[in-house]
């Protein structure tokens, strides 16, 4: 994710191919904050990766469920490539103030990234912590529409199971209607309801699990 051409004494170079900024943006650590209260990172270019959210592991490989929630840089629209990549300079636009992640990450030796990336992400409340009830409405969102639930749900409706369906749908109402109320009480920005909520549970379980809304009694 970085090009390290400045490379301080490390005897890797990095070759400026942009492959690691092609597979997604990074995920903030407690260090980044500076990034983001010095508006380099705007909150717009940030979503949340909620608690328990099955994620592609870049560094280890396969899908896991994540234990912890990630900040992370998002993508370009239909595409992983991190939305602070030049494909036409194949340059990083902030690289100066690149993420720790970024910094840490040398496609050749992945020691460094390894050992950092899973300690000390930057976490919804080191953003929005002091915002009272606005961190409020964060926990009581996480609360009723975990993604641990989500998935005792989704295996108890594999099986047939008619009232997991409905409170399927009940969780995905929920999320929807938190968003609605947000947007409605122009609370935050548009672009902030991902960092603030995660993705819309309906499009990650639509993507993830082919769970639509509307397929049953249940509604989904
Ligand atoms: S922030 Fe810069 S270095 Fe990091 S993944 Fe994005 S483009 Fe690459």
Excluded at 21 to 26: L, Q
Excluded at 47 to 60: A, F, K, P, Q, S
Excluded at 97 to 120: E, F, G, L, S, Y
């Amino acid at each position: 994710m970085s090009f390290a051409s400045d490379t301080d004494g490390d005897p890797f170079e990095c070759e400026r191919c942009g492959t690691c900024c092609r597979k997604g943006g990074p995920g903030l650590h407690d260090v980044d904050i500076r990034l983001v209260t010095e508006k380099v990172v705007g909150p717009e270019s940030l979503y949340t990766i909620r608690r328990g959210e099955l994620i592609r592991d870049n560094i280890n490989g396969g899908l896991v469920y994540t234990d912890t929630e990630i900040v992370k840089v998002r993508s370009e629209k239909d595409s992983s490539t991190c939305i602070f990549f030049d494909s036409s300079d194949n340059a990083c636009r902030i690289y100066e103030n690149r993420p720790a992640q970024c910094r840490a990450m040398k496609c050749r030796d992945i020691a460094d990234i390894t050992d950092m990336h899973v300690k000390n992400r930057m976490s919804r409340a080191d953003l929005f912590g002091n915002a009272g009830w606005f961190m409020d409405m964060i926990d009581a969102h996480e609360t009723r529409c975990a993604y641990r639930d989500a998935h005792v749900l989704i295996d108890r409706r594999k099986e047939g199971d008619h009232s997991a369906a409905r409170e399927l749908s009940e969780m995905i109402a929920y999320d929807q209607a938190v968003r609605d109320i947000i947007r409605e009480k122009k609370a935050v920005e548009e672009g902030m309801l991902d960092l603030a909520f995660g993705l819309p549970l309906a499009l990650v379980l639509e993507y993830r699990f082919g769970i639509r809304p509307g397929k049953s009694r249940a509604g989904i």
